[in-house]
């Protein structure tokens, strides 16, 4: 199986953890102002400091150019949250350094020339950090930064000078959603510095009730006050979506198993399914296999499908590109054969 689906989230309500630090180099332009030959030496320059090094690590990793794989390759790796969609689009001059269990991507020439993650399952942002921050000091030995000592790390985009970090937990929130009461965590995290947004980062949907929560400002903060205030807003997120999971069961026991049960009948018979339909009704079977409602299925066959199940990622799992209606079947397809 793909490394990058397998043991990809976490097995609670909390998928994954991401650290995302973003770095330029100093004396070179931001990436929309470089030219073709900058663009090429970066992306050799930032490849060298990790695959030739004397980290024991350098081997695990490979370099992509992403205008030297399909766009099917490159959409499926958005998917799995390996590159980020501005990657995708100015894929004639981005590149990722990816290492052997998909756990860290380097993007370069992303909207900074470095764009470095490490994403873990499960809540594991501080362990998640660590790492990042040692593979941020590997590169910085053969490279330098553009740091001020005023304002810190400099960045493309003003909200993420200082440090440079932003750091985020994707978590699975159905019965918020359901109860609408998403709305109010929307509202008051706002006021605390963390943001929500849908699976893809900003500008997407929650598909599948799975959200990402994250810092919106490093300037002025420490990486632990990042983290410390972002796992204070998780936590007590997690708590919320229990509670409400508890209020649901207590209050429409029958009803919420039935919604739960009847999402799995839709996803063992069903010969049709859009990408949202699906995501849907996966989340509901998670949930209550989260729950204890559903004990005969696995939650990581739930959590593989979740990838596998993309517009992208499914139509490379079937080695062809595929028109709207025949994703839709085969979609279907592949859910019944995995949960049946």
């Given at each position: 199986?793909?490394?990058?689906?397998?043991?990809?989230?976490?097995?609670?309500?909390?998928?994954?953890?991401?650290?995302?630090?973003?770095?330029?180099?100093?004396?070179?332009?931001?990436?929309?102002?470089?030219?073709?030959?900058?663009?090429?030496?970066?992306?050799?320059?930032?490849?060298?400091?990790?695959?030739?090094?004397?980290?024991?690590?350098?081997?695990?990793?490979?370099?992509?150019?992403?205008?030297?794989?399909?766009?099917?390759?490159?959409?499926?790796?958005?998917?799995?949250?390996?590159?980020?969609?501005?990657?995708?689009?100015?894929?004639?001059?981005?590149?990722?350094?990816?290492?052997?269990?998909?756990?860290?991507?380097?993007?370069?020439?992303?909207?900074?020339?470095?764009?470095?993650?490490?994403?873990?399952?499960?809540?594991?942002?501080?362990?998640?950090?660590?790492?990042?921050?040692?593979?941020?000091?590997?590169?910085?030995?053969?490279?330098?930064?553009?740091?001020?000592?005023?304002?810190?790390?400099l960045t493309s985009c003003p909200t993420n000078i200082g440090t440079g970090l932003?750091?985020?937990?994707?978590?699975?929130?159905?019965?918020?959603?359901?109860?609408?009461?998403?709305?109010?965590?929307?509202?008051?995290?706002?006021?605390?510095?963390?943001?929500?947004?849908?699976?893809?980062?900003?500008?997407?949907?929650?598909?599948?009730?799975?959200?990402?929560?994250?810092?919106?400002?490093?300037?002025?903060?420490?990486?632990?006050?990042?983290?410390?205030?972002?796992?204070?807003?998780?936590?007590?997120?997690?708590?919320?979506?229990?509670?409400?999971?508890?209020?649901?069961?207590?209050?429409?026991?029958?009803?919420?198993?039935?919604?739960?049960?009847?999402?799995?009948?839709?996803?063992?018979?069903?010969?049709?399914?859009?990408?949202?339909?699906?995501?849907?009704?996966?989340?509901?079977?998670?949930?209550?296999?989260?729950?204890?409602?559903?004990?005969?299925?696995?939650?990581?066959?739930?959590n593989e499908l979740i990838v596998k199940v993309q517009p992208a990622t499914l139509?490379?799992?079937?080695?062809?590109?595929?028109?709207?209606?025949?994703?839709?079947?085969?979609?279907?397809?592949?859910?019944?054969?995995?949960?049946?």
């Amino acid at each position: 199986m793909d490394k990058s689906v397998e043991n990809m989230f976490g097995t609670d309500i909390v998928l994954t953890s991401r650290i995302r630090i973003a770095r330029n180099l100093e004396n070179m332009p931001f990436p929309h102002k470089m030219t073709n030959e900058q663009t090429r030496k970066l992306i050799n320059e930032v490849a060298s400091s990790i695959i030739d090094s004397n980290s024991a690590i350098a081997h695990t990793f490979d370099l992509i150019k992403l205008k030297d794989i399909n766009q099917l390759e490159r959409l499926s790796l958005v998917e799995k949250h390996l590159i980020s969609m501005d990657l995708f689009k100015n894929y004639d001059k981005t590149a990722v350094l990816l290492n052997s269990d998909r756990t860290v991507s380097i993007m370069i020439n992303e909207e900074d020339h470095i764009r470095l993650q490490v994403i873990y399952p499960g809540l594991k942002i501080k362990e998640a950090y660590e790492y990042a921050s040692r593979l941020d000091d590997l590169i910085e030995e053969k490279i330098t930064y553009a740091f001020d000592s005023k304002l810190g790390y400099l960045t493309s985009c003003p909200t993420n000078i200082g440090t440079g970090l932003r750091a985020s937990v994707m978590l699975h929130l159905p019965a918020l959603t359901i109860t609408k009461n998403i709305n109010n965590i929307l509202n008051t995290v706002t006021q605390v510095g963390i943001t929500i947004r849908g699976i893809y980062g900003e500008g997407s949907n929650a598909m599948g009730n799975i959200y990402q929560i994250s810092n919106q400002v490093t300037l002025g903060l420490s990486e632990e006050d990042i983290i410390n205030n972002l796992l204070a807003v998780v936590n007590k997120i997690i708590l919320q979506e229990k509670r409400t999971r508890g209020i649901m069961l207590e209050k429409q026991g029958m009803e919420l198993e039935d919604d739960i049960y009847r999402s799995l009948g839709v996803l063992k018979y069903a010969r049709v399914l859009s990408a949202s339909e699906c995501l849907n009704l996966l989340s509901k079977v998670r949930m209550g296999i989260e729950m204890g409602i559903i004990k005969d299925i696995d939650i990581n066959k739930i959590n593989e499908l979740i990838v596998k199940v993309q517009p992208a990622t499914l139509q490379i799992i079937e080695g062809r590109e595929l028109d709207s209606r025949t994703r839709d079947i085969t979609r279907a397809k592949i859910v019944r054969k995995s949960i049946s």
